[in-house]
């Protein structure tokens, strides 16, 4: 609880707002000349990714979750296209096959924007923050450690706060003027369930 309400409050400063804003704007960018988001990742920022993509399908955005270790495998080949995009989460922002792909997806001439922690001042950025053309960071509060020698537990909760929450989703419903009519054209399951009438 205590990491949700520290992301929470980080995201609403100013220098992370205007990250935000640049994020967010690229990703509107890009759909709206016919783009796709290629959300990646591995391991449990992977499961946060999948979330991402799942979240910006909802608000009519096409956007897709690809795992880090199969773009070698023969999915580069959905990344074709001049006005696609590439979201990359790693918390570490070190994470080899995360990195491995950014860089394959940039050769492609894809942008790659970064969803990572945010290392301390004292401390050059991650590879995959300085790799990235832009990058969303987020920082645990102080004393948050990661239990067992570091098993994703605060760091997971802080990604979920920052992208599946107010600062990255929420702006879609409103630029894409969102109402309820189209995201139940998009969810007909949910809502056909909510407006059953209870027994």
């Not at 949700?4 to 980080?10: G, R």
């Not at 074709?80 to 940039?106: P, Q, R």
């Not at 050769?107 to 990235?132: M, N």
């Not at 989703?169 to 894409?176: K, T």
Request: hydrophobic content about 45%; glycine content about 8%; some cysteine.
């Amino acid at each position: 609880a205590a990491t949700l309400a520290y992301v929470s409050a980080e995201a609403g400063s100013k220098a992370t707002a205007a990250s935000q804003e640049k994020f967010v704007r690229a990703v509107f960018d890009c759909t709206t000349r016919g783009g796709r988001v290629h959300v990646t990742g591995i391991g449990k920022s992977g499961i946060v990714g999948r979330r991402l993509a799942a979240s910006l399908a909802s608000t009519g955005t096409p956007a897709s979750f690809t795992h880090a270790t199969e773009w070698a495998h023969g999915d580069l080949g959905v990344a074709a296209g001049a006005t696609d995009l590439v979201i990359a989460l790693s918390h570490s922002g070190t994470t080899a096959e995360v990195l491995a792909a950014a860089n394959l997806l940039h050769q492609r001439g894809l942008p790659v924007y970064a969803i990572t922690g945010a290392k301390p001042e004292s401390e050059q950025v991650s590879p995959l923050e300085d790799l990235s053309d832009a990058a969303l960071t987020y920082a645990l509060p102080e004393g948050a450690l990661e239990p067992l020698g570091g098993a994703p537990t605060c760091s997971i909760v802080a990604q979920e706060a920052l992208v599946n929450a107010q600062p990255l989703v929420v702006p879609f419903w409103n630029w894409r003027c969102m109402r309820r009519c189209r995201h139940a054209a998009n969810t007909p399951r949910v809502f056909a369930v909510s407006a059953a009438p209870t027994p």
